[in-house]
């Protein structure tokens, strides 16, 4: 099993910067990606963005390039969103999910955290 747990969340003003923390543990061996999805109220879940946990490959929503990174310390068993310029439409709770699955024509985000809040006021 892999357990994840977010962190980092909070109120923000436009303009802003905020540094999510994804911490994984357990079987981290299995993991494929580390993706970063988020809700906003009466919304449908969205992707944001995802790395390769053995690799350097990175891939974003066109809504954050160029203001969001993600970035890993496989190490320190985390991952990181960092975003920047944050604007009101932002604001959702942000999830981090680990992809295990070995079939990598039919990956699977199988394990969740539990979301953080970002709130970002104008």
């Known amino acids: 099993q892999v357990q994840v747990v977010e962190s980092g969340g909070g109120l923000v003003q436009a303009g802003g910067s905020l540094r999510l923390s994804c911490a994984v543990s357990?079987?981290?061996?299995?993991?494929?990606?580390i993706g970063w999805f988020r809700q906003a109220p009466g919304k449908e879940r969205e992707f944001v963005a995802r790395i390769n946990w053995n690799g350097s490959g990175t891939y974003y929503a066109d809504s954050v390039k160029g203001r969001f990174t993600i970035s890993r310390d496989n190490a320190k068993n985390t991952a990181y969103l960092q975003m920047n310029s944050l604007k009101p439409e932002d604001t959702a709770v942000y999830y981090c999910?680990?992809?295990?699955?070995?079939?990598?024509?039919?990956?699977?985000?199988?394990?969740w955290g539990q979301g953080t809040q970002v709130t970002v006021s104008s």
């Open positions: 999910a680990a992809d295990t699955s070995r079939d990598r024509s039919i990956g699977t985000y199988d394990y």
């Open positions: 357990g079987r981290t061996f299995s993991i494929y990606y």
